[in-house]
T-cell receptor, first 108, second 111 residues
């Protein structure tokens, strides 16, 4: 089993739609969690950290369930500019483990 | 505040050669991590440096080595290049344990 797994995608959604990404991790010692977005042929950019209490940043909401070892990202009112690959990242010790990513295309 | 920079942007090497990639960390950050990203995959952790010492290593062979300098900049060295080493190499800087910020990457092609 891979350390971090994500929905395989791609997700093709119309503008204005709500889309949810799921991520599971295998190492229960994981300490911190993040969502990054990566545009084609660019570097990953931090989207948001994920806290146990859940957190929201504008149209983006992240949730963490430590018991189920599950992380989610919800995007409301999708924009064309949200089209990217979304990477789930789990950290334990010095190791940041990236999932394979889920590609999102928001269509006009 | 200066972000993470990497050089060169692109590089073409021949199998068996050696390569050195460079990274300047973001101002105030003391930790540098290196990743390899093959096309269509997530970044894979190579190693991390903290205060000039290797602080963790992923599943990469010893021909992948690195350095961190007193100003926290870093190098990634790869010896005996193989075709499968063709990838985007990403450097990320952070304060220890905190979120990482990535440079634009070096795209290495091995022929």
């Amino acid at each position: 089993r891979k350390e971090v797994e994500q929905d395989p995608g791609p997700f093709n959604v119309p503008e204005g739609a709500t889309v949810a990404f799921n991520c599971t991790y295998s190492n229960s010692a994981s300490q911190s969690f993040f969502w990054y977005r990566q545009d084609c042929r660019k570097e990953p950019k931090l989207l948001m950290s994920v806290y146990s209490s859940g957190n929201e940043d504008g149209r983006f909401t992240a949730q963490l369930n430590r018991a189920s070892q599950y992380i989610s990202l919800l995007i409301r009112d999708s924009k064309l500019s949200d089209s990217a690959t979304y990477l789930c990242v789990v950290n334990y010790g010095q190791n940041f483990v990236f999932g394979p990513g889920t590609r999102l295309s928001v269509l006009p | 505040e200066t972000g993470v920079t990497q050089s060169p942007t692109h590089l073409i090497k021949t199998r068996g050669q050696q390569v050195t990639l460079r990274c300047s960390s973001q101002s105030g950050h003391n930790t540098v991590s290196w990743y390899q990203q093959a096309l269509g995959q997530g970044p894979q952790f190579i190693f991390q440096y903290y205060r000039e010492e290797e602080n963790g290593r992923g599943n990469f062979p010893p021909r992948f080595s690195g350095l961190q300098f007193p100003n926290y900049s870093s190098e990634l060295n790869v010896n005996a290049l193989e075709l499968d080493d063709s990838a985007l190499y990403l450097c990320a800087s952070s304060l220890a344990g905190a979120e990482q910020y990535f440079g634009p990457g070096t795209r290495l092609t091995v022929t």
